[in-house]
């Protein structure tokens, strides 16, 4: 088993139990080097990445952020963007760590569930989603489940994706809405109330129907306006026959989710062993030259806090001193 030197900075959570990490540890020995690693894995929640230079950078996002080429090497995301060897999109987020798909629940439990549930605690999203929680909770109670326009009497508590799928298992339909409308940004907001066994009702990524059968959920964006897609809402929860139909309709690609979600990890397995296969001087794709060096520095100073804030923090006291000794020359040279 080869072993990768790495370090990993700028993540959202411990970096082995991302689901687009942890494929890697079935062939390669990751052994952590905060100082000099050869290959650094890094996201877009913090800048710490800038203070690497000799290594090949990886750039990890699940977010609505496009990578930025001239900081990394490589990049794995929800971006459509095609750039040679160095892009890898992400189909399905998070899909890498869910051993088997659970289709366990017969026609009358599906049938005979609560209507729908509307579970978010971000306001600082389109506002579509409260719009659309607001109108269709005109036909029936729509449970929200968190803090964002809670109506179950407090926040219920979902700590984790099992917590938060045992709770959509409850209900016919989920609302599954993106932060944006955004190309390739599909989250594990559809995902969960797939693998839940709870309807979909999307809105988002425009390509969405590129990742999953279009016939596996409702797609608001496939409608004129909201109350046209709150129109097929309303159909589906009245015509049993129909219901089911969509809801055993497979929603991955391939015969069997197993075998796509095999595919997926072989696809993702792929462009690991494509980067850390080669000799590390060839796996360079940044370049400093020209003015890269100079947009490249001047992100790196952006990010150096000014060299007396560092002073304060190493010696607060010598700091002081030395400014109170400033001002009382200062005060001396004007009394003269």
Same mark, same amino acid.
């Given at each position: 088993?080869?072993t990768i030197r790495c370090?990993f ?10 689901g687009?990490?942890a494929p ?5 020995d990751l052994?952590i080097?905060?100082k ?11 800048n710490?990445h ?8 990886i750039f990890?996002?699940g977010e609505n952020?496009l990578?930025?080429?001239?900081l990394?090497?490589? !990049?794995? +995301? %929800?971006?459509?963007?095609?750039? $040679?060897?160095?892009?890898?999109r992400?189909?399905? =987020? *998070?899909f ?12 009358d439990t ?5 209507f729908c549930n509307f ?6 999203a389109?506002?579509?989603r409260?719009?659309?929680?607001q109108?269709l909770?005109?036909?029936k109670k729509v449970?929200s489940?968190?803090?964002?326009m809670?109506?179950?009497?407090g ?9 938060l799928?045992d709770?959509?298992?409850q209900?016919k339909?989920t609302i ?13 907001k559809i995902?969960?109330?797939?693998? !839940?066994m +709870? %309807?979909?009702?999307?809105?988002g $990524?425009?390509?969405i129907s590129?990742d999953?059968? =279009? *016939?596996?959920?409702?797609?608001i964006?496939?409608?004129s306006?909201v109350e046209e897609a709150?129109?097929e809402?309303i159909?589906?929860d009245n015509?049993?026959a ?5 809801m055993n309709?497979p929603?991955?690609n391939g015969?069997s989710f197993e075998?796509?979600q095999?595919?997926e990890?072989?696809?993702l ?5 494509h980067?850390?296969e080669?000799?590390k001087?060839n796996?360079?794709r940044r370049?400093s030259?020209g003015?890269m060096?100079?947009?490249t520095?001047?992100?790196?100073e952006?990010n ?6 560092r ?5 607060y006291?010598?700091?002081?001193r030395?400014v ?11 009394k003269k």
């Open positions: 088993m080869k370090n900075v700028d993540l959202w959570e411990n970096p082995l139990e991302i687009w990490i890697l540890l079935s062939e390669y052994v080097d905060e000099n690693p050869d290959y650094l894995f890094y996201s877009c929640f913090g710490k800038l203070q690497y230079n000799n290594c090949i950078k990890l996002c952020i990578p930025d080429f001239n990394c090497d490589y !990049a794995l +995301s %929800l971006s459509t963007i095609d750039y $040679a060897d160095r892009t890898f992400i189909r399905i =987020p *998070n890498y760590e869910y051993e088997q798909l659970k289709r366990h629940l017969d026609a599906l049938l005979n569930r609560r579970v978010y605690r971000n306001s600082n389109d506002p579509i409260v719009r659309f929680f109108e909770s005109k036909y449970d489940a968190s803090s964002l809670n109506n179950m009497e926040p219920v508590s979902l700590p984790t994706n099992d917590d799928m709770f959509q298992r209900y339909f599954a809405m993106e932060n944006s409308s955004f190309p390739g940004y599909i989250t594990e995902l969960h109330p797939f693998l !839940a +709870s %309807l979909p009702i999307y809105w $990524a425009p390509n590129s999953y059968n =279009p *016939n596996s959920f409702v797609n964006m496939d409608y306006s709150i129109e809402v159909r589906l015509d049993d129909a219901y089911l139909e969509k309709t929603f991955w015969d075998s796509f095999q595919s990890t072989e696809r397995l792929a462009f690991y062993r980067i850390f080669q000799p001087e796996a360079f370049t030259d003015w060096g100079v947009y520095r001047d992100m790196q952006k150096i806090e000014p060299t007396f804030a002073l304060i923090k190493k010696n006291k010598s700091c002081v030395m109170c000794k400033k001002v009382i020359l200062f005060r001396l040279k004007i």
